[in-house]
Nanobody
Framework: QVQLVESGGGLVQPGGSLRLSCAAS??????????MGWYRQAPGKERELVAT???????NYADSVKGRFTISRDNAKNTVYLQMNSLKPEDTAVYYC????????????????WGQGTQVTVSS
């Protein structure tokens, strides 16, 4: 059973920084992890993409976080990170880790997994 465990959320003032981490665990091989990323959901809003990174390092950011957030991954540790700088109140949300993972190395189909969410609150 695959689990995604997030950490690093908390309360920060506007302009501050946080780093989120998410480690995938279970009976998986790192080579079977395709895209990893972060989504967020603010109260009353739908879940939205923040950033994704493929196994080969291709990165996509939401326009709202470009230049402020940096996504990275450590394939050996099955871990994805989100460095968040210059945080704004509108960044306040529950942040969810995402991973698309193949069950078998020979499979072309990956399955989506989600972390439990970690709260990020940006407030003065």
């Amino acid at each position: 059973q695959v689990q995604l465990v997030e950490s690093g959320g908390g309360l920060v003032q506007p302009g501050g920084s946080l780093r989120l981490s998410c480690a995938a665990s279970g009976s998986i091989f790192s080579i079977n992890i395709n895209t990893m990323g972060w989504y967020r959901q603010a109260p009353g809003k739908e879940r939205e993409l923040v950033a994704t990174i493929t196994s080969s390092g291709s990165i996509n950011y939401a326009d709202s976080v470009k230049g402020r957030f940096t996504i990275s991954r450590d394939n050996a540790k099955n871990t994805v990170y989100l460095q968040m700088n210059s945080l704004k109140p509108e960044d306040t949300a529950v942040y969810y880790c995402y991973a698309n993972i193949r069950r078998y190395s020979y499979s072309n189909t990956g399955y989506n997994y989600w972390g439990q969410g970690t709260q990020v609150t940006v407030s003065s």
